[in-house]
């Protein structure tokens, strides 16, 4: 045999051997299972059983929301200016009038140094002015100057004690405007969001920073208005927060009273107990009573998870049957409820 023809066979040969593996791989040399079923051998005799249990009490509907804090504040410049340095970034601790943000502020100290001299210029007239009306008013009662000169001289005392109320007024504003150059926090907290960088021009009403309380935070929720309405302020509810995998007692803190005309939802407003784990923004389900409904439920230990497919075995009279079914909360008793694919007084084997 050449060497060429050999390494044609050896070609061939490698070839039917990939296709074969694919084949087996893809299931092609076994038996398809149609979609929508699920098949598995016959298990044996289950070891313990337990009973469907069908139970009637208070029912309680889950609702999402999100943690905010009671007091929170978007920080701002009210002058238009070039910032110059920023002390504080996301994550810093603030106290209520601390220096957060400074800005460019020559141009503001340029005029209140104007208005300044202008009002030592206007005092200076006031006094010569008040000097003078109390000379002429002397020679007028002595009979040496004419009652017309004085009340010119009164006159030129007011224009120069309005001239200097006046320049006082434009001195407080002066000074009320270069104090807007230093931003100071409005709230004690924490800093979350920080949305400008020392160069940026601060705009009035844009802005800069974005800080919370974190000692006063809650959760947020809209309530569909059927359970809304039955909710009063004080009302104790549970919190939990999947996240930390913990539930916290909370308590209704507000209802804001006005109906989301699409949603059909009213927003509840739960106060959480201080936690240094809690931060706003954090997901979080709070527990809402419904009123008295009835509910099925089984051992947690009866269910197997198959990727997203959840499975019980049933024991009936002509043997185990394998069953999908839809679960639905867990209680701390180990118990899960089932949404579908049992009825009561049915028998489940335990895992």
Do not use: H
């Amino acid at each position: 045999m050449s060497g060429s023809l050999k390494r044609v066979l050896e070609a061939v040969a490698g070839l039917a051997v990939i296709g074969l593996a694919v084949m087996w791989l893809s299931g092609g040399c076994g038996e398809r299972i149609p979609a929508g079923e699920v098949r598995s051998s016959e298990p044996g005799a289950p070891a313990a059983v337990a009973v469907v249990e069908r139970r009637v009490g208070p029912g309680v509907e889950w609702a999402s929301g999100a943690v905010e804090s009671a007091r929170r504040a978007a920080v701002a410049s009210r002058i238009l200016a070039r910032i110059e340095e920023i002390r504080v970034n996301a994550g810093s601790e603030v106290a209520k009038g601390d220096l957060l943000i400074r800005l460019d502020a020559r141009d503001l100290g340029a005029r209140s140094g104007e208005v300044a001299e202008a009002l030592r210029g206007a005092r200076a007239k006031l006094a010569l002015a008040r000097t003078e009306q109390e000379r002429m008013a002397k020679l007028v009662a002595q009979g040496v100057e004419a009652q017309q000169r004085l009340d010119r001289v009164e006159s030129d005392l007011r224009v120069a004690r309005a001239e200097v109320d006046r320049l006082e007024a434009s001195q407080r504003e002066s000074q009320t405007g270069l104090s807007f150059a230093e931003i100071r926090s409005p709230v004690s907290g924490r800093v979350v969001d920080r949305l400008a960088e020392p160069g940026d021009t601060a705009v009035p009403g844009r802005p800069l920073l974005r800080i919370y309380d974190p000692t006063v935070l809650r959760v947020e929720v809209p309530v569909r208005e059927s359970l809304a309405v039955r909710l009063t302020v004080g009302d104790p509810l549970k919190v939990r927060i999947p996240s930390l995998d913990e539930e916290f007692e909370g308590v209704i803190d507000e209802i804001v009273p006005f109906a989301e005309p699409g949603a059909r939802t009213l927003l509840v407003k739960v106060r959480l107990p201080y936690d240094s784990r809690l931060y706003a923004g954090m997901f979080a389900r709070v527990a809402l009573p419904e009123g008295e409904r009835a509910w099925l439920v089984v051992p947690e230990r009866s269910v197997e998870r198959v990727g997203q497919l959840e499975l019980v075995t049933v024991v009936g009279e002509s043997g185990p049957e394998r069953r999908m079914v839809t679960t639905g909360p867990r209680s701390e008793e180990g118990l899960v409820e089932v949404l579908s694919g049992l009825a009561a007084g049915e028998r489940v084997a335990l895992r």
